[in-house]
């Protein structure tokens, strides 16, 4: 499998890109743009309903109470 990197296009001065299944709100443009470094690479962030897919990576959507 191509490292999505491969593929898409370098954009001048893109602190980072990612490529959704589902178009970003406010606040979540907000989130990565805490979770991801600003180096200009693309990541991949599939989200499903009790899970997103980061890079691969799978992260439970789960609240605070639900850790404890």
């Known amino acids: ?3 999505i990197n ?3 296009p370098k954009v ?12 970003p709100t406010r606040s979540r443009v907000r989130e990565m ?5 600003a180096n200009g690479r693309w990541h991949t962030v599939f989200e499903e309903k009790d899970q997103v897919h980061i890079d691969g990576k799978r992260v439970w959507k789960k609240g605070a109470r639900s850790w404890t």
């Open 33 to 37: 743009d805490r979770i991801f470094p």
């Open 6 to 8: 491969d593929v898409m």
């Open 12 to 23: 001048p001065n893109m602190k980072w890109g990612a490529l959704t299944n589902r178009a």
């Open 1 to 3: 499998m191509r490292d």
